[in-house]
């Protein structure tokens, strides 16, 4: 089975930016049927709202609680998951796996998850789902969860990226990152090319993942459960952005 980390055995030479970039395009398998559920609720406008007694919102209370359990079994242990409460989080009950140290120490502590979380309820959500109420509320958290999850461990992928660009190429990095010029950076580590690939493949998962499979071999010309243009913009507007995003940050630390 394909390995989907991005966490690279780097001491060993083993992981290239080929590797990581298939990690990356399994991920995208991920991020498609997690919005595929999603989309099986309405908004569900309540649970976005600040008036339930708890501190925040609904969502945010299940995100937080959910968060400290996932906590105590490990989750966080592991470099390329970050929590989007991370103040606070108890402390691991199970003996950690011991995961390689491959990213920079300065460049690890990056967190984008606010940035995540407000372009994916306020901006994403809205032209993802249907309006309306039907009062599956705690479902419905569950897989906005699931999706940050794997919108955040995406992105945050751009930490192992940006480390692997780096050492196949550090005479070309240091330049910029000495004098740290975001825009230099941000030049060197783009494939437009590869970014189209990207948006291509995500809009054809959207069709293929979201179609409606019958046995008598009739397709439902047109009809899928996400709309493709709309998997293809939210990796166009917000997902691939970031991850170079973290790139950028995590390379400006590089030398620290
Ligand atoms: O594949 C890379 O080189 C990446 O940095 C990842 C990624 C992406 O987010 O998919 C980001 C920037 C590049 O322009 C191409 C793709």
């Not at 083993?14 to 991020?31: A, G, H, N």
């Not at 509320?137 to 692997?164: F, M, N, P, W």
Request: proline content about 7%; overall charge negative.
């Amino acid at each position: 089975m394909a390995d989907v980390n991005c966490n690279p055995d780097l001491a060993s030479n083993k992981l290239s930016l080929d590797e990581i970039r298939d990690s990356l395009i399994r991920q995208e398998d991920t991020i498609v049927f997690c919005l595929i559920e999603r989309a099986k609720f309405p908004l569900n406008p309540k649970l976005y709202h600040r008036n339930h007694g708890f501190t925040g919102s609904l969502v945010e209370f299940i995100v937080r609680e959910t968060e400290a359990i996932q906590a105590k079994a490990g989750r966080y242990e592991n470099p390329e998951e970050n929590a989007f409460f991370p103040e606070h989080l108890p402390r691991p009950l199970v003996h950690p796996r011991k995961y390689p140290k491959v990213l920079h120490p300065s460049g690890a502590s990056i967190n984008m998850n606010k940035p995540i979380w407000d372009f994916y309820f306020n901006k994403f959500l809205p032209l993802l789902v249907a309006d309306g109420d039907d009062g599956n509320y705690a479902a419905t958290a569950a897989s906005d969860l699931a999706c940050l999850q794997a919108l955040s461990r995406r992105i945050h992928c751009g930490k192992y990226v940006a480390e692997v660009k780096f050492r196949d190429a550090p005479h070309e990095y240091e330049p910029p990152i000495r004098s740290q010029e975001r825009d230099s950076l941000m030049k060197l580590l783009t494939f437009e090319a590869v970014e189209e690939m990207v948006k291509k493949r995500v809009e054809k998962k959207a069709r293929v993942f979201g179609q409606e499979v019958t046995l008598n071999n009739t397709v439902d010309g047109g009809k899928y459960k996400i709309d493709p243009l709309l998997a293809a913009r939210l990796y166009d507007e917000w997902v691939m952005p970031l991850t170079k995003e973290v790139e950028v940050e995590y390379l400006l630390r590089r030398l620290e």
